[in-house]
């Protein structure tokens, strides 16, 4: 009886383990998800912050000579 116990605690540990081991992955897989859903949108964002101005002069020069 104790032998079972203890081969059923080693079966638990072995599969705790293999749950762990799969638990980081998916962490890892959710943090790179994140970070490049941020990319694909704060980048963006950021040059547009310096493009729209730019363009706004453009445009607004460009009706001023008419």
């Known amino acids: 009886m104790d032998q079972e116990i203890l081969q059923k605690f080693e079966e638990q540990d072995k599969k705790l ?12 897989y959710f943090l790179w998800t994140l970070i490049i859903s941020l990319a694909v949108v704060v980048l963006p964002l950021i040059g547009l912050i310096f493009v729209i101005p730019q363009f706004l002069n453009l445009y607004n020069g460009a009706n001023l000579g008419l």
């Open 17 to 28: 383990e293999q749950i762990h081991r799969s638990v980081e992955k998916m962490r890892k």
